[in-house]
């Protein structure tokens, strides 16, 4: 499922162009033992599931796979308004979702968009279905069922994201990673670096990043972004020959074959996300996020396994001049 064109309104102002295009962009399963090591995106088409309405609660289904509903997201806001009963604020947030399932093997994977009424984005992956009953020593893995004897192997799944940005129209987007130095001091320091040139770029306490378009403005006068949190990845790094693995966040030029992450197919093409960062300058980046869950399997596991979900976090930045929902 690709999604195109996503344009975010917030309340009571004009449309704003978010994304391009957006998809799952690889989920690559390494085992702990060292074998195997799966990517499984390249079977998903294939296994799409046929949702039925219970799987889309409230919603409406889109042909047999796609899921478009709403739901409660809690507090929007909340604000005492100290005996005043008209200067109390309070909101119960919405947010839309667009899901779809796939069966690949023993395992069920949901793919989800959550786009909150506030403009936050939460793309994320639950894996569900089965355990793959792989066996292996303690070494590797953890007893499941009565005693000891079957010791269930553990392993990763480093799910990445395509996002090409498309801030306000047009292909001026620039990226820019923030951090802030002074830790153990009382004072902090922002420092911030405008990526010129195709970069990776790896996970640090209170790091983030933002994608932005310099000369679109909101009515303060500040640029517009939208700001990229991935603080919940388990930071999967693997061998030599799975280098893509051994960052959380790359930055290439647009090229329209680069689809996939890893075991990219198409024709005169690098073959995974690494190797897409060659220094080219950029003027139109798309950015890839890698999320890593480490699944060490539990007696709760068993059959159906319960969602174990894994995501990150798009949240406007100055798009507009204040809350938009009051």
Same mark, same amino acid.
């Given at each position: 499922?690709?999604?195109?064109?996503?344009?975010?309104?917030?309340?009571?102002?004009?449309?704003?162009?978010?994304?391009?295009?957006?998809?799952?962009?690889?989920?690559?399963?390494?085992?702990?033992? /060292?074998?195997?090591?799966?990517?499984?995106?390249?079977?998903?088409?294939?296994?799409?599931?046929?949702?039925?309405?219970?799987?889309?609660?409230?919603?409406?289904? &889109? /042909?047999?796979?796609?899921?478009?509903?709403?739901?409660?997201?809690?507090?929007?806001?909340?604000?005492?308004?100290?005996?005043?009963?008209?200067?109390?604020?309070? *909101?119960?947030?919405?947010?839309?979702?667009?899901?779809?399932?796939?069966?690949?093997?023993?395992?069920?994977?949901?793919?989800?968009?959550?786009?909150?009424?506030?403009?936050?984005?939460?793309?994320?992956?639950?894996?569900?279905?089965?355990?793959?009953?792989?066996?292996?020593?303690?070494?590797?893995?953890?007893?499941?069922?009565?005693?000891?004897?079957?010791?269930?192997?553990?392993?990763?799944?480093?799910?990445?994201? &395509?996002?090409?940005?498309?801030?306000?129209?047009?292909?001026?987007?620039?990226?820019?990673?923030?951090?802030?130095?002074?830790?153990?001091?009382?004072?902090?320091?922002?420092?911030?670096?405008?990526?010129?040139?195709?970069?990776?770029?790896?996970?640090?306490?209170?790091?983030?990043?933002?994608?932005?378009?310099?000369?679109?403005?909101?009515?303060?006068?500040?640029?517009?972004?939208?700001?990229?949190?991935?603080?919940?990845?388990?930071?999967?790094?693997?061998?030599?020959?799975?280098?893509?693995? *051994?960052?959380?966040?790359?930055?290439?030029?647009?090229?329209?074959?680069?689809?996939?992450?890893?075991?990219?197919?198409?024709?005169?093409?690098?073959?995974?996300?690494?190797?897409?960062?060659?220094?080219?300058?950029?003027?139109?980046?798309?950015?890839?996020?890698?999320?890593?869950?480490?699944?060490?399997? *539990?007696?709760?596991?068993?059959?159906?396994?319960?969602?174990?979900?894994?995501?990150?976090?798009?949240?406007? &930045?100055?798009?507009?001049?204040?809350?938009?929902?009051?």
């Amino acid at each position: 499922m690709t999604l195109s064109h996503v344009v975010y309104t917030p309340r009571g102002g004009g449309p704003q162009n978010v994304l391009r295009s957006a998809a799952l962009a690889q989920i690559h399963v390494p085992y702990d033992s /060292g074998e195997p090591r799966y990517h499984d995106l390249g079977s998903l088409g294939e296994s799409a599931i046929a949702l039925t309405a219970a799987d889309c609660p409230g919603g409406e289904r &889109r /042909g047999s796979y796609v899921c478009v509903t709403t739901r409660a997201r809690g507090h929007a806001h909340l604000k005492d308004g100290f005996g005043d009963d008209e200067a109390r604020r309070s *909101r119960q947030g919405q947010e839309l979702v667009v899901l779809s399932g796939y069966q690949v093997g023993w395992y069920a994977y949901v793919a989800e968009w959550v786009f909150g009424d506030d403009g936050s984005i939460t793309p994320r992956l639950g894996a569900t279905g089965s355990l793959a009953g792989t066996v292996t020593t303690p070494r590797h893995g953890w007893p499941i069922g009565v005693g000891r004897r079957h010791f269930e192997e553990s392993h990763s799944h480093n799910v990445f994201w &395509r996002l090409d940005f498309d801030v306000n129209g047009g292909t001026r987007d620039a990226v820019e990673q923030y951090d802030f130095a002074g830790n153990g001091t009382k004072r902090r320091s922002m420092v911030r670096t405008r990526f010129a040139t195709e970069t990776r770029a790896v996970n640090r306490r209170m790091r983030w990043w933002r994608v932005l378009d310099p000369r679109a403005l909101n009515a303060d006068r500040h640029p517009v972004s939208w700001e990229i949190d991935n603080s919940d990845s388990a930071e999967y790094r693997g061998p030599a020959d799975e280098a893509f693995t *051994r960052a959380d966040l790359y930055v290439t030029q647009y090229h329209a074959c680069e689809r996939l992450a890893t075991q990219n197919p198409l024709p005169r093409c690098r073959d995974s996300v690494d190797r897409y960062v060659s220094g080219e300058r950029l003027s139109d980046p798309v950015v890839w996020v890698n999320v890593d869950f480490h699944h060490v399997a *539990r007696d709760e596991d068993a059959d159906p396994m319960p969602v174990h979900w894994q995501g990150f976090r798009v949240v406007p &930045r100055d798009v507009t001049a204040k809350n938009p929902s009051p």
